[in-house]
């Protein structure tokens, strides 16, 4: 080698090229090496990538890398999360088509991701958006369909009333459509579900097997799906109404049952619409409750309402004991049986409720400080404790409570013991354009008829416009216009689109197996999955996991395929964040907008805000572009793995990416330092084997910044070490160390040393087992419990000679001053400890 300095851009360029011709990453269905599957979330195509994505892409780079060094057959595809809402908002603001605006950022992200050298499989490269992918999603759907995993029903939505579309829940802003501004309303929609409820129990026990998945993730996912033992039971009301003479409840919390205050019921509710009938008054308060939310979140936090219907609901234990009932606009028809009794002294909504209408609040369990029926708290006590002021519940825990409510009720005929669960069917349609169209048409004389699979896919027409609000799909003059496949009638498709979840909840088969006349090969994705390491991010969490895991199952349970957890490792990284600025007239600046404090445009002082997950809303990212063309790929990709553990947010710093490139350079020169050595260090030749086993075992676990460091410390000691072979062995190792990191150095210094095909072809280095033992140990020499000095002496010496050593130590015979110390403790290889 030249001592010149590294050439990042024409080494990036140069063997990007040559991986690109070879197919160097492409993976072999048929190889005879064991399989790796290493996945990270794919990208939805917003137009540029940003420094996460580079994080996120780079640990499973690594991981990828150093897999096929250790000779397995990776699997490591890319492909796009196509579809979504915001390519149709550029159709509608910037009057382009979503999908020509979709497949330019696509052309767009890719040039970037390229850039960075990840050893992705682009030859199986999808888009959700092309028919080629959702044809076969839509097969899969008509699968469930005919196995009774689809339904339709008409369910409560977010209407905007000016856009004339559905929202979903973080579309609505303060009860507004987040584009209109129009108050949202509660609609009944015929919609399409998926029947996930019917995996909850396999799901829940499934979720807590996972045993390398994060336990954040895990408990996220058992909340979310929420099972719970309970009662479901009547009240029988003071009077008939609708033709109802009782109000069936459902409560986790049966051992409360003498703590009540009051029933409540859905807006939606028979009995509430019952009412409503009579009265306008009512009919008025259901009309109010529709401008509310439509999801638990939301109505934890809107202000609780209710109408006093007049009516009164028996206590079962208690026949003269009536409890008032209510009309709640926190109370949703979707959850449970749409009607509840309230228990304001142990639940914080009920407690809310309570004191707005004047109702009874009274403790019926106790924390051990407190057990008088009068409640004289600020907040509702929702603890552990023993039941009190409750006849003969009283002195129980909670649980015992529990069961004898549960046996008196069902003894008594008026309730029955029921295992609930939080999680809801998924609610899969969508009335927009851009998605996948679900497969289904609608005939006058037939009803509901599946598209035959000979006519899938179903295309979406690119004939739309975007100029009147609503579904393009509605409003289009053909497409939707079709002859029923049962009696040749005329019919229309459904103009519904699935939800994008659905899109990325098999994708992972699909990189695995890529038929052109089915989904996917069982044999095929079978010797693939389940994804061994899937890497993104926490916000993901719980319903693209669920989604997934929910697919998968559902494919396993009509025989599809023989996997049940798609993903069996998962890593959650954390993002990368930068600060925000703000112009003088409190504008969000780009960091390209501002230097030394001042907005370059105006010349006026910003505003130094927060450092905070980079966001294309806050104008806080960075394009990695132009920093990949000042420094190159792989100092962009050292300091994504070096300055944080993965697992924490890595605040983006130029000072950090410049100490990157400088170690890369740093690594070139030790590249070429190299050379004839004779002769052996058996300390480097210890540090080496150490290092080998301790960056694969950090890669393994995904800890790349211990890795990292591990490097840094073989570094600092070859550039320590005096020539020799052993420092030349060491020279050459490194280079296969840092190869999954800095894959461009490490090929250019391979193939200029004279190293044989690919360094990404390259075995991992062996280590040697026996050179992974110290033979000297540091041993600490406290007086009087204080450390005063360390030693380093050959491993294994006798209690004698270390006490000898100590007592020999310049620093203790100063300390001493002469004296016989009273008591000399020896723990061997450890400490020694002089008591003066």
């Not at 709640?328 to 979707?334: E, K, Q, R, Y």
């Not at 509840?340 to 009274?362: N, T």
């Not at 210094?749 to 992974?772: E, Q, S």
Request: charged content about 25%; overall charge negative; hydrophobic content about 40%.
């Amino acid at each position: 080698m030249s001592n010149t300095r590294f050439n990042a851009l024409k080494a990036d360029a140069h063997w990007q090229q040559v991986w690109d011709d070879a197919k160097t990453f492409a993976a072999r269905d048929d190889s005879p090496k064991p399989k790796s599957y290493v996945l990270e979330m794919f990208p939805y195509p917003s137009g540029r990538i940003h420094m996460g994505h580079v994080r996120n892409y780079t640990m499973g780079d690594v991981l990828a890398r150093y897999r096929r060094m250790k000779g397995m057959e990776v699997l490591h595809p890319m492909g796009w999360d196509a579809f979504g809402m915001p390519a149709e908002n550029a159709a509608m603001e910037k009057g382009v088509h979503p999908g020509g605006w979709t497949r330019d950022n696509i052309a767009t992200m890719k040039a970037q991701l390229k850039r960075l050298g990840f050893a992705l499989d682009w030859t199986r490269e999808l888009a959700t958006c092309e028919p080629d992918y959702y044809g076969h999603e839509q097969a899969l759907f008509l699968k469930f369909y005919e196995h009774g995993l689809v339904y339709r029903k008409e369910s409560a939505v977010n209407w905007d009333p000016v856009d004339m579309t559905v929202l979903a829940n973080e579309q609505v802003i303060d009860g507004r459509g987040w584009r209109s501004g129009a108050l949202v309303e509660k609609r009944k929609l015929s919609q399409w579900f998926l029947k996930i409820t019917a995996f909850a129990d396999d799901l829940l026990s499934g979720v807590k097997a996972l045993e390398h998945w994060p336990d954040k993730v895990r408990l996220m996912q058992e909340n979310w799906i929420g099972k719970s033992q309970g009662l479901t039971f009547r009240f029988a009301l003071s009077a008939s109404v609708g033709g109802a003479d009782t109000v069936e409840v459902f409560t986790t919390r049966p051992d409360t049952i003498f703590g009540a205050s009051f029933v409540a019921v859905a807006a939606d509710h028979p009995i509430a619409q019952a009412i409503a009938a009579n009265s306008p008054e009512a009919a008025a308060f259901i009309e109010r409750c529709k401008q509310g939310g439509t999801t638990a979140a939301e109505l934890e936090t809107q202000e609780k309402l209710g109408f006093d219907t007049g009516i009164t609901a028996n206590h079962p234990f208690d026949p003269a004991w009536q409890l008032p009932v209510y009309i709640a606009n926190f109370v949703l028809m979707d959850y449970g049986v749409g009607a509840v009794y309230g228990v304001p002294a142990h639940d914080q909504r009920d407690f809310e409720f309570a004191r707005k209408y004047g109702l009874p609040i009274r403790r019926v369990v106790s924390d051990g400080a407190k057990d008088a029926p009068e409640f004289h708290e600020d907040e509702a006590y929702s603890g552990p404790g023993t039941v009190v002021n409750s006849h003969f519940l009283d002195g129980m825990d909670i649980e015992d409570a529990k069961r004898e409510v549960i046996r008196r009720a069902e003894d008594g005929g008026w309730g029955e013991g029921a295992t609930v669960y939080r999680l809801r069917d998924w609610g899969v349609s969508r009335q927009r354009y851009w998605g996948t169209p679900i497969p289904i048409i609608h005939c006058p004389a037939c009803g509901v008829v599946p598209v035959p699979a000979d006519q899938l896919p179903v295309v979406l027409p690119e004939d739309v416009s975007f100029a009147t609000p609503g579904n393009p799909l509605d409003k289009h003059p053909t497409w939707k216009h079709v002859a029923c496949p049962t009696c040749g009638g005329e019919a229309l498709r459904e103009t519904d689109t699935l939800d994008t979840f659905a899109d990325s909840s098999w994708y992972f088969i699909r990189f695995a197996s890529q038929p052109k006349d089915k989904p996917f090969d069982k044999a095929v994705a079978e010797s693939w999955l389940p994804v061994g390491q899937y890497i993104g991010g926490v916000e993901h969490a719980i319903l693209h996991l669920l989604y997934a895991r929910f697919w998968t199952r559902a494919l396993s349970h009509i025989g599809m395929i023989d996997v049940s957890e798609p993903f069996t490792g998962l890593f959650t990284q954390g993002m990368v964040t930068h600060e925000t600025y703000k112009s003088a007239d409190g504008r969000w600046l780009a960091p390209d907008d501002v230097r030394d404090g001042i907005e370059i445009a105006t010349g006026q002082p910003i505003t130094l805000g927060r450092v905070e997950k980079m966001s294309k809303s806050k104008k806080n990212t960075v394009d990695p572009t132009g920093i990949v063309d000042q420094y190159g790929a792989d100092a962009v990709r050292w300091f994504m793995l070096s300055d944080s553990p993965p697992e924490r947010d890595l605040p983006w710093s130029e000072a950090g990416i410049e100490g990157a490139w400088r170690f890369v350079q740093r690594l070139w020169r030790l590249f070429e330092g190299a050379g004839a050595g004779e002769g052996a260090d058996t300390a480097l030749d210890r540090k080496l084997h150490q290092t080998i086993a301790g960056v694969a075992a950090d890669i393994e676990a995904l800890s790349f910044n211990k890795a990292v460091a591990k490097i840094y410390e073989l570094a600092n000691a070859i550039e320590k070490a005096a020539p020799s072979a052993s420092r030349d062995n060491a020279i050459r190792n490194v280079m296969l160390l840092v190869a999954p990191m800095v894959p461009h150095l490490a090929e250019e210094a391979w193939a200029a040393a004279g190293g044989t095909g690919l360094i990404a072809d390259a075995a991992w280095p062996a280590v040697d087992a026996a050179l992974l033992v110290e033979d000297e140990v540091t041993i600490a020499i406290q007086v009087n419990g204080k450390l005063r000095d360390t030693l380093v002496l050959p491993k294994g010496q006798s209690k004698e000679a270390i006490e000898a050593a100590a007592l020999a130590s310049d620093k203790v015979i100063r300390i001493l001053e002469g004296k016989t110390p009273k008591k000399v403790i020896v723990v061997p290889d450890r400490l020694v400890n002089l008591v003066a």
